[in-house]
């Protein structure tokens, strides 16, 4: 069994931080969100893994690696331009050399790894093993219409939706789905849908089965997911305090402090990651919030938030919620009269003031 990511895509829901930064280095509780799939594959025991990228950055080979420091063996496959999934699978061909692989969609996330989902593709003995999550937008998605028990028909994002599932970004094959995506036209789209592709191989009597994923999934694609993700991540973490607190500080809950950091006089309460060489000083840190490394926080009052690398907050009066900071960005608050609000905001920028 070996493996096959997908990394590429323009993440234009999540801009404007995808404008400088791939989506699936966007860090979920301080961690890039690919390196969440490059960990359930290997936990799967998986070593051959596949990376697709964006050819035009290396932002991703050189993040990564080579894999060992996971105990996999990473090959890096360029795409020259967004085709559609089914074209990231055309891609790999020579790569999977007729085994069995899994193709994970790197921005999607999943509790309890994917093992489970290798051993029904074995106990099933199938072509193809689709993975379905219920949600409440399936017109986002790919969509799969189930008769008696089997499914018999796959639509990439429908207007009206045959079922209240998705098809999940984990799917597993084997060299079959090859054949498949070889006899692909663009959709209306300009792209080879994967959907397409499922919907080939049930057509022409192969075997395709699905499991439901029955614990908590994200595609991460838009904002409130990541949020949604940091959230779920953070909850299962353990506490751990490698930093300073000092004594008029108080830190309740699940709170990961990492080295170098400093609370001082500070509220934090968690579940929340605070990452390294951080200042946090008279102010409030709360629950489902991630601080990137080096990053100082003053007389302000965060929660529900993840902030990346490199910020500043400094006295922001009133409580910052349900957002996500890009790396560098400064926050502060001004002496200068008239009292006013002064932007500096990148394309596709959402701000709410009160």
């Known amino acids: 069994m070996k493996a096959l990511i997908a990394s590429g895509g323009r993440g234009t829901r999540l801009r404007p931080i995808t404008h400088t930064q791939n989506k699936h280095l966007i860090p979920i509780a301080n961690k890039p969100i690919l390196q969440y799939a490059i960990e359930a594959v290997a936990d799967a025991g998986i070593k051959d893994v596949a990376i697709v990228h964006n050819a035009e950055s290396l932002e991703v080979p050189e993040h990564v690696g080579d894999g060992s420091r996971w105990g996999v063996n990473i090959t890096y496959i360029p795409q020259e331009r967004p085709g559609g999934l089914a074209q990231v699978v055309q891609l790999a061909e020579s790569f999977v050399h007729g085994d069995s692989f899994v193709f994970y969609l790197a921005d999607n996330m999943v509790v309890g790894g994917i093992g489970r989902f290798l051993e029904d593709f074995r106990r099933n003995a199938c072509n193809c093993l689709l993975t379905l ?103 299962n973490l353990g506490p751990r305090n490698e930093g300073e607190v000092d004594k008029e500080s108080e830190v309740s809950g699940k709170v990961i402090t990492e080295k170098g950091s400093r609370i001082i006089k500070s509220k934090v309460r968690g579940p929340a990651m605070v990452g390294k060489n951080c200042v ?27 902030v990346l690398k490199g910020c500043k907050i400094s006295g922001v009066a009133t409580r910052i919620e349900g957002s996500i900071l890009g790396n560098d960005v400064e926050i502060a608050e001004t002496h200068v009269k008239p009292r006013v609000h002064r932007f500096m905001i990148g394309d596709q920028s959402r701000v709410e003031v009160a």
């Open 133 to 235: 999550a219920k949600v409440n937008d399936p017109e986002r998605f790919g969509v799969p219409e189930i008769k008696d028990g089997k499914i018999v028909r796959v639509e990439e994002k429908p207007r009206l939706p045959k079922s209240q599932y998705a098809v999940a970004g984990i799917y597993v094959y084997d060299h079959h789905i090859f054949e498949a995506v070889r006899s692909l036209k663009p959709s209306a789209r300009g792209e080879l849908e994967i959907s397409d592709a499922h919907q080939y191989l049930i057509d022409h009597g192969f075997s395709v089965a699905y499991t439901e994923i029955t614990g908590w999934w994200k595609d991460t694609g838009k904002p409130e997911d990541l949020l949604e993700a940091n959230r779920l991540i953070l909850e």
């Open 280 to 306: 946090i000083e008279n102010s409030y840190i709360g629950p489902f919030t991630s601080i990137g490394d080096g990053t100082e926080i003053r007389n302000s009052e965060i929660e529900y938030s993840i």
